[in-house]
């Protein structure tokens, strides 16, 4: 069965570093999204994205925040300087967006730390 | 505000027991709610889906409630397993807003032998 897969599981920065998460969405999905969760905290959306653009982002999501679908595989997260505040689970999640399935499928995370 | 609420925030039960997990929400204007099961370092997965007109929907074990009305929503399992020790997740999507889920904070499910 087709899933999404996310890269690398674990991840560990020095604030103000630079980080990029990876995303492989399912085969034929039009529709991403990416979800944070601060350990014992909701799950919280982020930003969705489709038709190569940004559909809609949460206040979350600040100018630190970018996201790209570079070569029609990959969906990545970049977060330019890291804070502390930064470290959570990173979900990716992809849609097909045809008329029966409108489920949100999502990856195993990225658990990103911020030193 | 959109938010949803879930109770309890925890539960232990005995193998074999059955249990009803609770979900209010104040999303508007509504599209769908689902439950998902989340199990630790996991992403969630999806159990049921319930639109505005359905009430009830049963998947194997699950089965799910949803009364638009008072905009409350159950999750029954029957005879649990100790494979389902994990977080159960409410989450509502609204309606033309691009798919964006509005989740839950949970209810932490522990099934003791």
């Known amino acids: 069965e087709p899933e999404v897969t996310q890269t690398p599981s674990h991840q560990v920065t020095q604030m103000g570093q630079e980080v990029i998460l990876r995303c492989v969405p399912i085969?034929?999905?039009?529709?991403f999204y990416w979800y944070r969760q601060i350990l014992g905290q909701k799950v919280e959306f982020l930003v969705s994205?489709?038709?190569?653009?940004?559909?809609?982002k949460s206040e979350i999501f600040d100018d630190q925040f970018s996201v790209e679908r570079p070569d029609g595989s990959n969906f990545t997260l970049k977060i330019r300087s890291t804070k502390l505040e930064d470290s959570a689970m990173y979900f990716c999640?992809?849609?097909?967006?045809?008329?029966?399935?409108?489920?949100?499928?999502f990856g195993p995370g990225t658990r990103l730390t911020v030193l | 505000k959109n938010q949803v609420e879930q109770s309890p925030q925890s539960l232990i039960i005995l193998e074999g027991k059955n249990c009803t997990l609770q979900?209010?929400?104040?999303?508007?204007?509504?599209?769908?709610l689902r439950w998902y099961k989340q199990d630790t370092g996991r992403g969630p997965v999806s159990l049921t889906i319930?639109?505005?007109?359905?009430n009830t929907k049963s998947n194997g074990r699950y089965t799910a409630t949803l009364d638009a009305d008072t905009k409350q929503s159950s999750l029954h399992i029957t005879a649990s397993q100790l494979s389902d020790s994990a977080s159960y997740i409410c989450?509502?999507?609204?309606?033309?807003?691009?798919?964006?889920?509005?989740f839950g904070q949970g209810t932490e499910l522990s099934v003791k032998p």
């Open positions: 085969s034929n999905h039009l529709y």
């Open positions: 999640a992809s849609m097909s967006g045809t008329s029966f399935d409108h489920t949100q499928y």
């Open positions: 989450v509502v999507r609204k309606r033309n807003q691009g798919g964006k889920l509005i």
């Open positions: 319930m639109t505005f007109s359905e």
């Open positions: 979900c209010n929400y104040t999303v508007s204007p509504f599209s769908n």
């Open positions: 994205f489709y038709n190569n653009e940004i559909s809609e």
